[in-house]
């Protein structure tokens, strides 16, 4: 976990301070462990058949809307909000993607979801200025336009239908290169690197952090907190668009009830990722690993012949515990 | 303020000072500005569908406002300490479905589960946000999905013999009492209601959930045992969840496994437009009452106007925002 506070601890030390990378990132690699461990438990689940790389694009295509969303969740929660009609946003997108999509050709379908991550855009713009404009807590505003979002996505489709080319599936479910290497996973890299990482070392991803850590405090440094705000919002919203496009490559169809579970369940994966609900603290390469693991828990026990309705209730037992133990430490710490 | 900063010069205009005050009356007491809310909203039906009006219809806005003022009024409590509960349609919908499966052992015993089913998950909201200091959002939401998803897993084994919805229930939820407009649930939703009311304003534990969600460090250092605050409210939010969801099976007589949960977020909208802060501290019980029957009024105009789910959705979610932000400015002056 990084902080804003330690970003400014003296830099120029040789070698590398062990302690240090333990304490910024220790949440990251122990999430990224978890990761690794489900991953085996689910190889252990599938024997006596053989783990191929079917079986790894399944994983990856199973989570890749959740990672998306949970990168969308994750950059308005370090802002110090939080955005309840995220899942409706995801929605929107894929209801549209698939309506629009709908028998074009790939390089149309890769025009369409240029023009809907504008959208996405333009739908957390509007959420971060109505949050700044009224003054309303961010939980009330967007809990009032999950109600309008999710209006909307039942405009624009009634009930699941609409597709996707082929080539833009393959995005989501195909695989590069070799045959072990899933397209999902080289496209959320590739957002991390080219829409995420050059935001977030600049000035305006430190505003992010820095409104998130302490609002007053980053105001009186010269931040722009109504701005950083509605951009925290902004790039939620492209995200989101990203975990719609994401729904439509893997499942091919539009739901507009696709939401639900996504709202919430990225909040899961943001907090098991690392970020802090009270703003300023956490990344997003935490919060990607967290929602696969939320993903692979009802696979594995599926595989184990075991009621996947388990898999909520154990889902939801991992976040509480996880976030208990997080707690204990911090008063550990402190003392 | 200083007095060096009144300019002698300025024109006193008593009748702009008149108005502001009246401005300020109303804004003193969110309760009026909420009736007229509502009288707007009746006006707006009776116009739409003349003789919509009647005794009957009075009636049935109360017993379906019941069941969501009594999620409301633990959603209430949770948020005057500066927490959530999204646990509450979950928990209502577990009572309610755990009751009816087990209706056949008689009516008390059925209804005694119902409530132990909320003092239950309140024991873990409660623990899990007062002694572990989880987040209460992340408590409640995980307490959601671990209720929910158990009730549907062990579904079959809370069934023991003919599920149904006991008469007693039925006719507590829908019955009506004197004439068409008083439904029975008016006997279980008044002294409950009075009791929240009183209890917030002359209790110490009532006194005490304000200061909690005005300021836990003060509480703390003032020999508050703040964890035992929140243990108590969790509860009493869940066990008041459990009633909600008892009345509501009673008002639709058929349990099924997300029988609730359309009725989690105007839980919180209910709360939201009554006035209660959502950082705590402030607000009340009275509120979150109009509240709750704006919303059903809300929804029955809206089914009126024979709009579509999304157009329906889509005005539903603008009102709850548009009176948000009419609290938030109108408070701002203050």
């Keep these: 976990m990084s902080t804003v506070d330690e970003v400014s601890a003296p830099v120029g030390r040789k070698g590398t301070d062990w302690r240090r990378v333990g304490n910024r990132h220790g949440w990251t690699i122990g999430v990224y462990v978890l990761l690794l461990l489900l991953i085996l438990a689910y190889i252990w689940a599938l024997a006596p058949v053989a783990f191929t790389s079917f079986d790894l694009k399944t994983i990856v295509l199973g989570g890749l809307p959740l990672a998306f969303a949970a990168m969308a969740q994750s950059v308005i929660i370090i802002s110090g909000g939080i955005d309840l009609s995220l899942g409706v946003m995801v929605a929107i997108i894929n209801v549209s993607a698939a309506s629009l999509m709908e028998g074009k050709s790939f390089g149309s379908a890769i025009l369409i979801s240029l023009l809907l991550m504008a959208m996405g855009i333009a739908l957390g713009t509007i959420n971060g200025t109505l949050i700044v404009l009224t003054g309303v807590p961010d939980i009330v505003v967007t809990l009032a336009m999950s109600f309008v979002w999710g209006g909307v996505a039942l405009l624009i489709m009634r009930t699941p239908g609409g597709g996707a080319p082929t080539e833009f599936q393959s995005l989501g479910t195909g695989s590069f290169g070799s045959e072990w290497i899933p397209a999902g996973a080289i496209v959320i890299a590739l957002i991390l690197l080219v829409a995420w990482l050059p935001i977030r070392w600049r000035r305006s991803g430190f505003a992010i952090f820095a409104i998130g850590s302490n609002r007053e405090r980053a105001y009186l440094s010269g931040v722009n907190v109504n701005r950083t705000r509605v951009l925290a919002y902004a790039i939620g919203g492209f995200f989101a668009a990203m975990a719609g496009l994401a729904l439509t490559a893997t499942t091919g169809i539009g739901t507009p009830y696709s939401g639900n579970f996504i709202t919430l369940n990225s909040v899961a994966a943001a907090v098991l990722g690392g970020v802090s609900l009270a703003g300023g603290k956490g990344g997003l390469v935490g919060p990607v690993a967290a929602a696969f693991c939320l993903t692979l828990v009802p696979a594995i026990m599926v595989f184990q012949g075991i009621d996947p309705n388990y898999s909520q209730v154990i889902q939801g037992a991992l976040i509480v515990v996880v976030v208990m133990i997080a707690g204990l430490l911090l008063l550990r710490e402190r003392r | ?334």
């Design chain 2, 1 to 334: 303020m200083s007095t060096a900063e009144v300019t002698p010069d300025e024109p006193v205009e008593p009748r702009a000072n008149r108005a502001a005050a009246a401005g300020q009356w109303v804004i003193d007491r969110p309760l009026v500005m909420l009736s007229v809310i509502l009288v707007l909203l009746l006006i707006a039906c009776e116009i739409y569908s003349p003789g919509y009006f009647s005794a009957e219809r009075v009636g049935t806005i109360l017993s379906f406002s019941a069941p969501l003022a009594f999620l409301a009024a633990g959603q209430t409590l949770v948020m005057l300490t500066a927490g959530i509960d999204l646990s509450v349609a979950a928990t209502a919908t577990a009572a309610a479905y755990i009751m009816a499966g087990q209706a056949s052992r008689g009516t008390a015993t059925a209804l005694l589960i119902a409530v132990l089913v909320g003092l239950i998950v309140g024991l873990i909201n409660g623990i899990g946000v007062g002694v572990f200091r989880v987040n209460p959002l992340i408590m409640t939401l995980g307490m959601a999905s671990i209720v929910s998803g158990y009730l549907t897993v062990s579904a079959q084994s809370f069934v023991t013999g003919v599920p149904l919805v006991p008469d007693f229930v039925r006719e507590l939820a829908v019955g009506n009492l004197i004439g068409e407009a008083i439904p029975k649930s008016l006997l279980l939703w008044v002294p409950v209601a009075a009791l929240i009311l009183l209890g917030l304003r002359y209790s110490g534990y009532g006194r005490t959930l304000y200061a909690v969600g005005d300021n836990p460090i003060a509480c703390r250092l003032a020999g508050v045992r703040v964890w035992q605050v929140l243990l108590v409210t969790y509860v009493l939010c869940s066990i008041l969840s459990a009633v909600g969801g008892v009345l509501y099976v009673g008002v639709i007589n058929a349990a099924d496994l997300q029988l609730v949960s359309p009725y989690l977020l105007p839980s919180v909208a209910a709360v939201v437009i009554g006035g209660t802060s959502i950082f705590g501290g402030i607000g009340g019980y009275s509120g979150t009452i109009l509240g709750a029957i704006i919303l059903v009024v809300l929804d029955s105009l809206l089914t009126l106007l024979d709009a579509s789910q999304a157009v329906k959705q889509i005005i539903y979610g603008s009102i709850i925002l548009l009176l948000a932000w009419l609290y938030a400015t109108s408070t701002k002056r203050v």
